[in-house]
């Protein structure tokens, strides 16, 4: 049975509950209290000695870090090898933004965390890194609808919550409209689900 060690606000969680909702899995959901850190405690800290969440556990499986979940779910439960497929092009061509995903992008969630939690974190340094990320993700989805391989990957589920929800850390999205229609496009995928932050298609 499949289990995640999952926070509601987390969009690094949402990655994973998204995912697995697509793929049709069923799951049991461990609640964890993020806000009074409770990822940090010696309990957690022994499943994954980063002290962060999610953590995903497969049987006798444990995993840390959504992209890594990500892959994961795609090559053992995506039997259409649609949303990471098995040649060397493809698989490159989705890890890069697998990097930026939990990489560049982590600056919007970074200012949410600011915004929303009062982390003490510089929040101009952070915005400004998001709005460079996204400069660069709308001008390549400025000639395709998705990231990579001109459909859904698990490229844009791992890069589409912190942009999604970049508002909530002061990062207006506005000015870049080819995210925002990447956005309604991710939003209506069979299967799709929200979260607090990212509503449901309209």
Not at 36 to 50: D, G, I, M, S, V
Not at 85 to 96: E, F, N, R, T, V
Request: hydrophobic letters at 40%; glycine letters at 8%.
């Amino acid at each position: 049975m499949i289990k995640l060690y999952d926070f509601e606000l987390s969009g690094s969680c949402y990655k994973i509950r998204l995912f697995m909702n697509i793929l049709g899995l069923e799951y049991q959901a461990q609640k964890i209290d993020f806000v009074n850190k409770e990822h940090k405690t010696e309990k957690y800290t022994a499943l994954n000695p980063f002290g962060e969440i999610p953590i995903f556990e497969d049987d006798e499986l444990r995993l840390r870090d959504a992209q890594a979940i990500l892959i994961y779910l795609a090559k053992q439960y995506d039997s259409s090898k649609q949303w990471f497929p098995d040649d060397a092009a493809s698989m490159g061509k989705i890890a890069q933004w697998l990097s930026t995903g939990g990489g560049e992008i982590m600056n919007a969630a970074g200012a949410r965390l600011v915004k929303i939690l009062d982390y003490p974190l510089d929040l101009g340094k952070l915005q400004a890194g998001a709005h460079r990320v996204f400069k660069i993700m709308d001008a390549h989805l400025a000639t395709r609808q998705w990231l990579e391989l001109d459909r859904p990957t698990i490229a844009d589920i791992a890069c589409f919550p912190y942009t999604a929800m970049a508002g909530e850390g002061g990062i207006d999205l506005t000015g870049y409209p080819n995210i925002l229609s990447w956005i309604e496009r991710v939003k209506r995928l069979p299967r799709f689900i929200p979260m607090p932050g990212i509503s449901a298609p309209q």
